[in-house]
T-cell receptor, first 111, second 114 residues
Framework: NAGVMQNPRHLVRRRGQEARLRCSPM?????VYWYRQLPEEGLKFMVY????????ESGMPKERFSAEFPKEGPSILRIQQVVRGDSAAYFC?????????FGQGTRLTVV | DQQVKQNSPSLSVQEGRISILNCDYT??????FLWYKKYPAEGPTFLIS?????DKNEDGRFTVFLNKSAKHLSLHIVPSQPGDSAVYFC?????????????FGQGTTLQVKP
């Protein structure tokens, strides 16, 4: 009964490169959420997806960030042309009419 | 615009005593509240929740109290144990049917001393 799986756990990118973060929800969960935690802050909602649909992207930066949850495979959070300010912990959560369960996160470091 | 606030960044209590973590919110449309616990380098773990139609929910050592008129909730842990040492996040949702889109507080670091 695997929980929410995120990979990689740690990701280092140089400024200007692309970062791809993956999230496999818990079995039976069709709702996926992405959150970002900056240092010394709480988690901030970014985007809510269901299979093949973006339901709410009100927390996503307008540029360089995108997310998808294809019919097959994990959800992907993609950050293009990363900058130092993108360095943070990115958490994925899934739910199915229950409380949200979180993955262990991906810590992105931009150098 | 911090809609959910945890005004105490840290709290230290002795093992066996009660830990009380506080949380205030500003949006009266919130109708579902949750507490998560987080260890370093791990994701948040759900602890306990409460709907706005209730004022108390209890689960073992953990009890959450909700005061709607004051827009305040608190988490009580009794008795506190050293393994409870972690960061505790209060979170709120505007739709109890969608509990994944959450507004989080900044967190309170709890240290339980043996």
């Amino acid at each position: 009964n695997a929980g929410v799986m995120q990979n990689p756990r740690h990701l280092v990118r140089r400024r200007g490169q692309e970062a791809r973060l993956r999230c496999s929800p818990m079995k039976g969960h069709s709702h996926v959420y992405w959150y970002r935690q900056l240092p010394e802050e709480g988690l901030k909602f970014m985007v809510y997806l269901q299979k093949e649909n973006i339901i709410d992207e009100s927390g996503m930066p307008k540029e360089r960030f995108s997310a998808e949850f294809p019919k097959e495979g994990p959800s992907i959070l993609r950050i293009q042309q990363v900058v130092r300010g993108d360095s943070a912990a990115y958490f994925c959560a899934s739910s199915q009419n229950t409380e949200a369960f979180f993955g262990q996160g991906t810590r992105l470091t931009v150098v | 615009d911090q809609q959910v606030k945890q005004n105490s960044p840290s709290l230290s209590v002795q093992e066996g005593r009660i830990s009380i973590l506080n949380c205030d919110y500003t949006n009266s449309m919130f109708d579902y509240f949750l507490w998560y616990k987080k260890y370093p380098a791990e994701g948040p773990t759900f602890l306990i929740s409460i709907s706005s139609i209730k004022d108390k929910n209890e689960d073992g050592r953990f009890t959450v109290f909700l005061n709607k008129s004051a827009k305040h909730l608190s988490l009580h842990i009794v008795p506190s144990q050293p393994g409870d040492s972690a960061v505790y996040f209060c979170a709120a949702s505007g739709a109890s049917s969608n509990t994944g889109k959450l507004i989080f507080g900044q967190g309170t670091t709890l240290q339980v001393k043996p």
